[in-house]
């Protein structure tokens, strides 16, 4: 059985002197949903103090695309594996009212980050007559998950008297799903630029313990990516 185990662990440190390390660095384009919030603060704004004082909705929570992901792994034959971070989301909304009488404030964050581990297969690779490799493509998938964390932040003054002031916040993870295909242009033999496209299968975050049930938010969506990326 010694003998067994002794050989398996071989083979792997083997592989893994074979194996080259990888390290990536992608942007682009991620879209999500975050209906319900803006549907939890126009709630917000049809009750009490906010609809009696006539407050304002000044932010109603935009989606910033914009993503940042690195990629560390290890690249052996056709198949790379290791860790991805990065994919923060952030967005926000806020109720607001001044004037001589007083002031009003009731203002949301909601801010996600993914961390995943992540599997790529090469299924084509192109080579020009000297053997180096041009182009490749591949599959990925890479389950992880979302991290999420809700601020909600406020107050409620009236002739300066203080009514209500408040700052909670909740954090909260659920799992994700990634699955891409890209492709891949070698620009030396350990150099690389890279664009993928694929979606991220995300279950809802839920804030529960929510003074507003309808506190949540769902950041599943496409994601387009390039950027660069080196092996050593």
Request: proline residues 2%; glycine residues 12%.
């Amino acid at each position: 059985m010694r003998k067994y185990i002794f050989l398996t662990i071989a083979l792997f440190c083997s592989g893994l002197l074979q194996a080259q390390l990888t390290v990536g660095y992608s942007g682009g384009y991620s879209s999500y949903d975050t209906e319900a919030m803006r549907s939890m603060m126009r709630s917000i704004q049809g009750g009490p103090p906010a609809s009696i004082i006539g407050a304002k909705n000044v932010d109603n929570f935009p989606a910033q695309n914009i993503i940042h992901v690195i990629d560390i792994g290890y690249l052996f034959q056709q198949h790379e594996f290791g860790l991805k971070g990065g994919g923060y989301h952030s967005t926000g909304g806020k109720l607001s009212l001044k004037d001589y009488s007083g002031e009003y404030a009731n203002r949301f964050i909601v801010n996600g980050v993914r961390a995943g581990v992540y599997y790529k297969y090469y299924f084509f690779t192109y080579e020009n007559r000297r053997g180096r490799e041009l182009f490749s493509f591949f599959g990925e998938i890479s389950p992880g998950i979302f991290m999420t964390q809700f601020k909600n932040r406020g107050f409620f003054i009236v002739n300066d008297e203080e009514l209500d002031r408040f700052d909670k916040m909740f954090n909260t993870s659920s799992f994700s799903l990634l699955s891409q295909i890209g492709t891949k242009y070698y620009i030396a033999e350990n150099i690389n630029i890279h664009i993928s496209m694929g979606y991220d299968l995300v279950s809802k975050a839920e804030w529960e313990e929510s003074a507003y049930n309808s506190a949540s938010i769902n950041w599943s969506g496409v994601r387009f990516t390039g950027g660069v990326g080196f092996s050593f």
